[in-house]
T-cell receptor
């Protein structure tokens, strides 16, 4: 099955700086790559996703890039704010059945 | 819509007892996923259903775990007998297969502690 690896496991950044989280996947048939944010004690929620027919997608301060050849994708958060502190999960699937394989998560801490 | 609803939110039980977790899907959704979250193993997919039919249960740890979907809007995950290593947060998530999005909508989770 699909194996998703995520790095780093923890990330501490100064408020206003950028944060970058990287993921690799194993199954070249995967074509859907979402990112979920989970605040402490809360449920995971989708923040952005990308499909294999595009290389980059932006939504305000967050962006995701995809390199299909290298089988990796990244989340970029610019101008970080305290409310960005959370655990971020990348995931991959082949679409269709929407079975998502999640990475291990990155705990992001934004220092004021 | 109230979103995916899970119950109970917290459950503390003793080893050997039966545990039943419940989930109500978002109206109109036809895919249902049970995930388990622990610090050590992250988010693990246990089982998922499409249109009430179990599609992949390869993530179910062992025969002590079973899941059912008696109708299109409701599912249960049962652990019998429970063991301390089953302690985790169990999330139910639903999606609407067929839309051009794979977004999963998670419930608030059921935090299980087995003593």
């Amino acid at each position: 099955g699909e194996n998703v690896e995520q790095h780093p496991s923890t990330l501490s950044v100064q408020e206003g700086d950028s944060a970058v989280i990287k993921c690799t996947y194993s199954d070249s048939a995967s074509n859907y790559f979402p990112w979920y944010k989970q605040e402490l004690g809360k449920r995971p929620q989708l923040i952005i996703d990308i499909r294999s027919n595009v290389g980059e997608k932006k939504d305000q301060r967050i962006a995701v890039t995809l390199n299909k050849t290298a089988k990796h994708f990244s989340l970029h958060i610019t101008e970080t704010q305290p409310e960005d502190s959370a655990v971020y999960f990348c995931a991959a699937s082949k679409g269709g059945d929407y079975k998502l394989s999640f990475g291990a998560g990155t705990t992001v801490t934004v220092r004021a | 819509d109230a979103g995916v609803i899970q119950s109970p939110r917290h459950e503390v039980t003793e080893m050997g007892q039966e545990v039943t977790l419940r989930c109500k899907l978002i109206s109109g959704h036809n895919s249902l996923f049970w995930y388990r979250q622990t610090m050590m193993r992250g988010l693990e997919l246990l089982i998922y259903f499409n249109n009430n039919v179990p599609i992949d249960d390869s993530g179910m740890p062992e025969d002590r775990f079973s899941a059912k979907m008696p109708n299109a809007s409701f599912s249960t995950l049962k652990i019998q007998p429970s063991e301390p290593r089953d302690s985790a947060v169990y999330f139910c998530a639903s999606s609407r297969r067929g839309l051009n999005t794979g977004e999963l909508f998670f419930g608030e989770g059921s935090r299980l502690t087995v003593l």
